[in-house]
């Protein structure tokens, strides 16, 4: 299953949520289990997903208050335990949102799975990792707890997650305002990544990231795979930012016209080139 965090519909972050949930308990086949904060706001969530056309017996509800909808930063992380699944929980690093910060431990007492809390501040989103033990973050996670050594970070992800985490440098915060690792890298699979590409940007301070990312995720064994990225206006336009549920993979997709008509770059040149398209291209070859 996937958890979603039901919120009022004022955003496009809150809006698409109908959408994917759609898809997780149709085509994904999967189970949604959608967090609202009273049951009259079950009932509006319920009317709204059957509009969507959401398979309801694949929908769960749970109520209990959230703040936001960001629960790929603020949700539980599951380990196994022999054959028992169990919860390791962060501190969000958003303390305006307690309820947020709580929902992890609540939601272990709904599933009856064990519960272990770690000392890390951080954001899920700041995250990925495969099924062979390696792990990934931005520096963000030593900003972010600075009373730890560099060492203890990495020590605690690995007795808590058995994992061997690496950290890359963030981007700038005029570029993302999160520096997460997410905005700019997927792991797809347990020897395939997704990396962001600067093409519009070439020796910016996010494709030197990103490019010696990439160089160091082949030498680990990866197959990389790049989709192009740009800056407009302030806005990050990012398509690893996916989510990926059984056979389902859902994409970001943008009506920005530097999105739907952007320039050809240089070694190209001249025309345009729909890089929603581009990015689907390249996700479906790597998968």
């Not at 949520?17 to 189970?31: F, R, S, V």
């Not at 059957?50 to 629960?71: H, K, M, P, R």
């Not at 206006?233 to 398509?239: A, I, K």
């Not at 990015?279 to 790597?286: F, G, I, K, T, W």
Request: negative net charge; proline residues 6%.
């Amino acid at each position: 299953g996937l958890l979603f965090a039901w919120e009022a519909f004022n955003s496009p972050s809150t809006a698409i949520l109908p959408t994917m949930i759609k898809h997780i308990t149709t085509t994904g086949a999967g189970k949604a289990y959608v967090v609202v904060d009273s049951a009259a706001e079950q009932t509006s969530a319920n009317s709204t997903l059957t509009t969507a056309g959401a398979n309801l017996a694949n929908v769960q509800y749970v109520v209990v208050t959230t703040d936001s909808v960001w629960i790929r930063d603020y949700g539980p992380r599951y380990i196994f335990q022999g054959l028992c699944r169990g919860i390791v929980d962060h501190n969000y690093n958003r303390p305006s949102r307690p309820n947020d910060n709580a929902f992890p431990s609540f939601f272990s007492t709904v599933k009856k799975h064990a519960y272990y809390e770690h000392q890390l501040t951080h954001g899920g989103g700041n995250y990925h990792l495969d099924a062979v033990d390696r792990s990934y973050a931005t520096e963000l996670i030593w900003n972010e707890n600075p009373g730890l050594s560099h060492t203890q970070v990495h020590d605690i992800w690995e007795d808590y997650q058995y994992v061997d985490t690496h950290i890359f440098p963030p981007f700038p915060v005029s570029v993302d305002s999160t520096q997460h690792l997410d905005m700019w890298m997927q792991i797809i699979d347990d020897n395939k990544v997704i990396i962001g590409d600067w093409p519009y940007n070439v020796g910016s301070t996010q494709d030197v990231i990103c490019d010696n990312a990439a160089t160091y995720m082949m030498g680990q064994g990866y197959t990389v795979y790049r989709t192009i990225s740009r800056s407009i206006g302030g806005t990050h336009y990012t398509f690893t930012n996916l989510v990926m549920f059984n056979n389902t993979v859902l994409l970001p997709m943008y009506t920005n016209g530097g999105i739907t008509a952007a320039p050809n770059p240089p070694p190209s040149g001249g025309g345009t080139w729909n890089l929603n398209t581009e990015a689907l291209n390249v996700v479906a070859a790597a998968l």
